[in-house]
């Protein structure tokens, strides 16, 4: 693999982060997310039996509930296998979130 291969592998796979971030934004208020997470995951652990509960719980309160389940499945088409890691992909790309 070239030079000019890795970088068209990059650019395609920023752009597919991007498209991901913009997505999820459409969803729900991602910083509002990220936040509430945080909150309530001391030390970055949750005692929530489901991968998902805060989440859930939020979409509840603050955004579309009917958004949930595609919002965590994009979440996991992202490689995020529960919210903890979701926080973690929307602060490793903060500078995307609108």
């Not at 592998?9 to 509002?32: F, H």
């Amino acid at each position: 693999m070239g030079i000019r291969d890795r970088d068209q592998n990059k650019r395609q796979k920023a752009k597919e982060v991007r498209d991901t971030i913009m997505r999820l934004s459409e969803m729900c208020d991602l910083i509002g997310l990220r936040t509430y997470i945080i909150k309530r995951t001391p030390k970055g652990k949750s005692k929530e039996p489901d991968a998902w509960g805060h989440t859930r719980a939020y979409m509840q309160s603050y955004a579309n509930p009917a958004n949930t389940e595609a919002l965590i499945e994009l979440f996991k088409s992202a490689d995020c296998k529960d919210e903890l890691e979701a926080v973690r992909f929307i602060l490793t790309h903060d500078e995307i979130v609108p």
